[in-house]
């Protein structure tokens, strides 16, 4: 079982940066692989990142490439988003996610994922 906690979202202008952090608890931490995800209002929940179990793999979405950077601390239970160059278009609530222990792939749709955070809201003002 893995229970996650997002932070790190707020307000900020277009241009801007964020960071988000999500701490998962569990002793299986390592053995996710995890990723971001984000829904606007009115829309459907949309993949934004993933990494794998050591970090050393990452894959983003198109929409996302070369401004967010993903990343975690598994000594610390922690993955981040690191968001740069934010646009009134990346408003949203960010999720973080787990897909089920030992399995791997940098999979990009929900049902792959198992294990799901709170969210925390990101708003991009113009």
């Known amino acids: 079982q893995v229970q996650l906690v997002e932070s790190g979202g707020g307000l900020v202008q277009a241009g801007g940066s964020l960071r988000l952090s999500c701490l998962g608890s569990g002793r299986t931490f390592s053995s996710n692989v995890m990723g971001w995800f984000r829904q606007a209002p009115g829309k459907e929940r949309e993949f934004v990142a993933a990494?794998?179990?050591?970090?050393?793999?990452?894959y983003y979405a198109d929409s996302v490439k070369g401004r967010f950077t993903i990343s975690r601390d598994n000594a610390n239970n922690t993955m981040y988003l690191q968001m740069n160059s934010l646009k009134p278009e990346d408003t949203a609530v960010y999720y973080c996610a787990a897909r089920n222990t030992r399995l791997p792939g940098l999979r990009v749709t929900t049902r792959d994922y198992i294990y799901w955070g709170q969210g925390t809201q990101v708003t991009v003002s113009s």
């Open positions: 990494i794998s179990w050591s970090g050393d793999s990452t």
